[in-house]
């Protein structure tokens, strides 16, 4: 939890400086207009998917140290080789942990967030999910504990695996020779991110394709068909964790509306957007029969309210960071309050991105969360008393973000809000 904090507190800064490299190499190579509020949506989205994480708010179905205790055949030596092993298992089990996502109702929940973006940029890389609470990803590890692979080293690779799915989230960088026939490529997970059909489900692969290819699930990028990105039931906000849970909603209610009692039990593992019959007819929902032909969410803002949103962004990464990096200070349990705040944060401003009449009330309840903790322990989350003064520049941003987004909001209804130019 903590060291991965600390590997978190440089990981940030660096992916939010790529993601807005590459928005000016866009716009300096082809003029591109990148929509900004897609991408505060998607950097908001990777604020929670990592304090999620830090914090350690999944179970585990099966540990991967007790799956190694109870299965190796045999203990290798630790070596650069088995660095090796262990990323090539990772890769191996990340095929059909991703795979599975894609084919099952329940899990498809946990994976719409990522490709919920209209876009397909390095900021969507960064769309991870929070809905996940039971992982099972250990379970395609056998191959890794029948070797008897120690868990410090999947540890260690794990993240590295991680990241190295970052970069291949971008339109700019074409196709890559005989790389195509090795690792994923941009061109290949332009295809998985489509919803045309002539690329819906495929390219499943993490780092090596070689996975898709083996188990049948390859298809290259076509000359004649300009890849469409997002979901086939569009999430139609900016609020992630709205999005997060929309499909497991959406699962809970047709559940509950269907008369069939062999569907309220089967829906779950049917495959993804499988829907009882007649809770699709009595209960439609809008799905995208043309991909060519809707328009992408794109609700009216102006650039001041587009400066302020960045504004909040930043101030939320720089209370993340503080997190990350005080971890054992902060202590249990004002650790998952503060997951809390930052939760409450990224959620009032996706509200206020949307241009929802409740934002200011979700801006004003995570306020006072934070204005609470202070009152009650002196202190905002265990800050050292050599910096007391930070407390009032906590306290007094915490008033001028409740007021700016009432005013915000007060002049969007009032007639006040156009598109930018």
């Not at 991965?4 to 807005?20: D, H, N, S, T």
């Not at 894609?102 to 209209?118: A, D, G, M």
């Not at 241009?355 to 801006?363: H, I, K, T, V």
Request: proline share 5%; with cysteine; aromatic share 16%.
């Amino acid at each position: 939890m903590e060291a991965y904090g600390r590997i978190l507190l440089f990981a940030m800064p660096a992916f939010l400086a790529l993601v807005l490299l590459e928005n000016w190499v866009g716009w300096l190579a082809k003029k591109e207009r990148v929509s900004q509020m897609d991408t505060i949506s998607s950097l908001s989205s990777g604020i929670t998917n990592v304090t999620k994480d830090v914090l350690g708010l999944s179970l585990v179905v099966i540990s991967y140290e007790w799956l190694v205790r109870s299965i190796a055949i045999v203990h290798l030596r630790s070596s650069w080789e088995l660095y090796i092993i262990a990323f090539l298992a990772l890769d191996f089990a990340g095929y059909w942990v991703h795979r599975i996502a894609h084919r099952y109702n329940l899990f498809w929940n946990n994976h719409i967030i990522h490709h919920s973006s209209e876009e397909f940029n390095l900021a969507c890389a960064l769309r991870q999910s929070i809905s996940g609470f039971i992982k099972i990803f250990a379970l395609f590890l056998v191959p890794a504990a029948l070797l008897g692979v120690p868990g410090s080293i999947i540890a260690v690779v794990a993240p590295i695996q991680l990241f190295a799915q970052f970069w291949y989230h971008t339109r700019h960088i074409g196709k890559m020779g005989w790389l195509e026939k090795v690792i994923v490529t941009p061109s290949h997970h332009r295809v998985h991110h489509a919803i045309n059909p002539e690329y819906m489900d495929r390219n499943f692969s993490q780092i090596f394709i070689v996975w898709d290819k083996l188990f049948g699930t390859f298809q290259p990028e076509l000359h004649s068909v300009l890849p469409v990105y997002g979901i086939t039931r569009p999430a139609r906000t900016w609020n992630p964790v709205k999005i997060n849970f929309m499909h497991l909603w959406l699962l809970i209610r047709d559940a509950w509306h269907t008369g069939s009692w062999r569907d309220k039990c089967r829906i779950w593992f049917m495959p993804t957007g499988w829907r009882p019959a007649d809770v699709a007819h009595l209960y439609p929902v809008v799905s995208i029969a043309d991909v060519y032909g809707y328009e992408k969410y794109a609700p009216p803002y102006t650039r001041s309210l587009l400066i302020w949103c960045w504004i909040q962004l930043t101030v939320l990464l720089l209370f993340t960071s503080y997190l990350f990096g005080n971890i054992s200070a902060i202590g249990s349990p004002l650790i998952f309050l503060y997951g809390l705040f930052i939760f409450l944060s990224v959620f009032a401003l996706a509200e206020l991105m949307d241009g929802r009449p409740a934002a200011p009330a979700w801006e004003l309840l995570k306020n006072l969360l934070g204005a609470s903790i202070i009152l009650r322990t002196g202190t905002w989350f265990a800050l050292p008393a050599s910096w007391a003064w930070v407390n009032y520049m906590v306290e007094g941003w915490l008033l001028v973000a409740t007021l700016v987004t009432a005013a915000f909001t007060r002049y969007s209804y009032a007639g006040g809000s156009h598109s930018l130019p």
